[in-house]
């Protein structure tokens, strides 16, 4: 089968799964006060998460690649942009339709494109901000696909491009291996995740206002979800000479920079061997940031104290300045102290080794075929499918050099 012949039958598969059950959040059933908060929450992600505050997209020309009910897009509608929704399900692009003529506050502004990535075309149009968040996951050609979106995008423009991360989401490839292993059909693995997955669903429910149902077809029905590592995404941006503006949740950029001379040095072959520290953390995460925060902050106080002790000792150094060699040995030593008393490396290390087994174990139990065992097992797991089941999605934040 050629490549263009994969690209569409991964569409039309990707299509009538979401046909089935639309997996974007609508608001045209749905009262005010929802959409208001909901629309609240929105920009509060864009300002405070991505750097990017509503006011940058007032007067703005936008494209929406994969805008799906326009849950998302309408909040950029109201805060000034000229939209135009490009969305491969009509259905999705109907109820779209329905938000922006009740929600909008200029419908006749925004346009309504029902295409898929690959097949939309516009002649001598580029836009200043270009969109797309969850989509290239769905497609047989990820990379294909962000080149033609960055095809629409201006000189001094923004890309705005998020999806689910390849290390983020290993939990919820387990979970798909695990529900094919038992399901022969959509009824089959929606049975099957409410006895496997239920506290996960419980927790995506209570986050995100969506059915069960909905959930379900987005994480696990749906057949296509290649997800992206962020050194294919950073070489995608390069290839597409476009800058890193901001990324959420962020990885250890400082490393891949040099900050005293302001200039970009990424060596984007290497980017994967910085970036995974970010992305064994989001593999494995289990708790919200705030409870895992507090074992970090626990574990470094005195680390803390003491380098500011030292750092202050020699603040504001000048002619007068007297340093005693003992008073800043002893110092000093208090630093290398406190840094062999920090366990949370040690404890990291041990975590990932633990996460570590009980992938290999559950993989081994699931080819055994008895659901049974499974379901069994993932409740004495101490790791797996626990909390969030990962950082699934990653945004990176762009624009393209003058």
């Known amino acids: 089968?050629?490549?263009?012949?994969?690209?569409?039958?991964?569409?039309?598969?990707?299509?009538?799964?979401?046909?089935?059950?639309?997996?974007?959040?609508?608001?045209?059933?749905?009262?005010?006060?929802?959409?208001?908060?909901?629309?609240?929450?929105?920009?509060?992600?864009?300002?405070?998460?991505?750097?990017?505050?509503?006011?940058?997209?007032?007067?703005?020309?936008?494209?929406?690649?994969?805008?799906?009910?326009?849950?998302?897009?309408?909040?950029?509608?109201?805060?000034?942009?000229?939209?135009?929704?490009?969305?491969?399900?009509?259905?999705?692009?109907?109820?779209?339709?329905?938000?922006?003529?009740?929600?909008?506050?200029?419908?006749?502004?925004?346009?309504?494109?029902?295409?898929?990535?690959?097949?939309?075309?516009?002649?001598?149009?580029?836009?200043?901000?270009?969109?797309?968040?969850?989509?290239?996951?769905?497609?047989?050609?990820?990379?294909?696909?962000?080149?033609?979106?960055?095809?629409?995008?201006?000189?001094?423009?923004?890309?705005?491009?998020?999806d689910p991360n390849k290390a983020g989401g290993f939990q919820n490839m387990l979970q798909r291996y695990a529900l094919y292993k038992f399901s022969n059909s959509d009824e089959e693995i929606v049975k099957n995740s409410e006895i496997l997955f239920k506290d996960d669903i419980d927790r995506s429910q209570a986050a995100v206002p969506r059915t069960r149902n909905e959930i379900i077809y987005d994480r696990w029905v749906i057949q296509s979800q290649d997800d992206p590592s962020v050194e294919e995404v950073m070489k995608w941006m390069l290839n597409c000479g476009l800058k890193l503006y901001s990324a959420y949740p962020s990885y250890p950029q400082f490393l891949l920079t040099d900050s005293y001379y302001n200039k970009n040095k990424v060596d984007f072959e290497k980017v994967k061997n910085i970036s995974v520290l970010s992305e064994i953390l989001w593999m494995m995460k289990t708790e919200d940031d705030i409870s895992e925060s507090k074992l970090v902050e626990n574990d470094l106080s005195v680390l803390n104290d003491n380098f500011d002790k030292l750092a202050s000792y020699l603040a504001n150094c000048n002619k007068k300045t007297k340093i005693e060699t003992k008073e800043f040995f002893e110092l000093s030593d208090d630093i290398l102290n406190s840094i062999d008393n920090v366990k949370f490396i040690n404890n990291l290390k041990d975590k990932f080794k633990n996460f570590i087994h009980e992938s290999k174990e559950l993989i081994e139990i699931v080819n055994n075929k008895n659901l049974d065992d499974v379901g069994s097992y993932i409740k004495k797991c101490s790791m797996l499918f626990k909390g969030p089941c990962g950082v699934r999605h990653v945004d990176f934040i762009a624009y393209k050099g003058d």
């Not at 399900?89 to 938000?99: F, G, R, T």
């Not at 969109?131 to 990379?143: D, I, Q």
């Open 1 to 162: 089968m050629s490549n263009e012949n994969i690209l569409k039958k991964i569409e039309q598969e990707t299509l009538n799964t979401f046909k089935t059950e639309v997996p974007s959040i609508d608001f045209h059933h749905k009262d005010e006060k929802s959409f208001n908060e909901f629309s609240k929450n929105t920009e509060k992600t864009y300002r405070e998460c991505f750097k990017f505050p509503a006011k940058m997209f007032y007067n703005t020309e936008l494209i929406d690649f994969g805008a799906g009910t326009g849950h998302n897009t309408i909040s950029l509608a109201n805060w000034g942009a000229k939209c135009t929704l490009v969305e491969l399900s009509d259905k999705s692009l109907e109820i779209a339709k329905e938000v922006f003529k009740l929600r909008a506050k200029n419908y006749n502004d925004h346009k309504f494109v029902n295409s898929s990535i690959f097949d939309y075309e516009e002649k001598n149009k580029l836009y200043d901000i270009v969109h797309c968040r969850g989509v290239l996951s769905h497609t047989a050609g990820k990379e294909k696909a962000f080149k033609k979106i960055c095809s629409y995008l201006k000189k001094g423009g923004y890309l705005i491009f998020g």
